[in-house]
Structures are given as C-alpha cells and as structure tokens.
C-alpha cells in the first residue's frame, strides 16, 4: 500500500466522518425547537443553523450530502425531523418544502462560500453573502409548499412561514457567520485533497 493510497483513504474517511457528523448536528437541531406560533403550522427549530453551517463549513456538495442523509434518516422514520418526528409523511405535509429547502440552503451556501480549500481566507463578505442566501433559499420551497397546504394566498403563507422568523434567523445568520470561518479551516485542514 503506498503512502498516496493511504492519503487519499484517510481523506474518504474523513469526509464520510464530516457528513455524518453534519448530519447528526441537523438532527440534534429537531431536539431544539419551541412550538409554532398560534397562526403556523412552522415550528421555531435550530436544524435551518446546522444546515447553513453544513454549506458553510464543508461546501456545497459535501454540505449538501450531509441534508440528504439526514433527510435519508429522516424519510426512513428516524426521528429527526423537528419534535421528534420522522417519516415519509413529514415530507408530504405543510412543513415538507422546508425540508427540501434545507437541501436548497446548504447548496447555496456552499456554492456562495465555495469549497474550503488549505490556506485559503473567505472574505467576510462572501461568508455574509452565503449566509443571507443560504437562509433564503430554505424559505422558496417551504412557503410555496405552506401556500399550497393552507390554501390561501401568498400574504398568508408569507406571515406564517416566513416573517416571524425573521428575527431568529438574523440571530442564527450572526453566529453561523461567526462561526464559520473557522469551521471552514478546519475542513480544509483535514479534507482538502
């Protein structure tokens, strides 16, 4: 076995570690929420902050392959969608666009970060840009789909789905811009090829 065989398995490794590590963190997410406001069926979660990090810290197509395991997980009954909740049918209710706009979030995020790379800064302003974006894009799917579940018309799945949560979500873009960039070298520490 040579040393560049041993290089690139140790890397698989890693990165197949990081996923399922960003995946559990999504997870534990569905373990931190508060209840709905009265007039929404959306609960105040933390998943849509490990999402974003996932994007942030590992890039679009690992960060993306982290939202798909925990959807994966989460589709297959485990219960990691938020209140402890799992299944198929989690995805096909009022709240499922949000889970698909996770998927869109970590992308977007990552593909606006770009893939952390070993010796490499990302401007602060990219990292600003990430997180606004990346917290937009979960909202396009979820409120289309809320729109849709209630019946009404955009204004009402728009003050159910997505202005309340506003001030939360400019909390969660702060610190997930703080804590970012230093997620970002790590990753690069140990996954850059």
Known sequence: MTEKYRTVKKKAVLRLSFTALFAALIASGAFIAFPPFPYSPVPVVLQNF????SG???GPVQGSAAVILYLAAGTLGAPVFAGGSGG???LAGPTGGFLF????SAFTAGITAGTPRAGKKTPPWRVAAAVFLGLLAAYIPGVARLKFA????WTDALLAGFVPFI???IIKGIMAALVAPRLRRAAARYLDA
């Open 150 to 153: 209630l019946g009404g018309p």
């Open 56 to 58: 942030l810290a590992l």
């Open 50 to 53: 490990f999402v974003l990090l």
């Open 167 to 169: 001030p939360g979500d």
């Open 101 to 104: 706009g996770y998927l869109l």
């Open 88 to 90: 198929i049918v989690r």
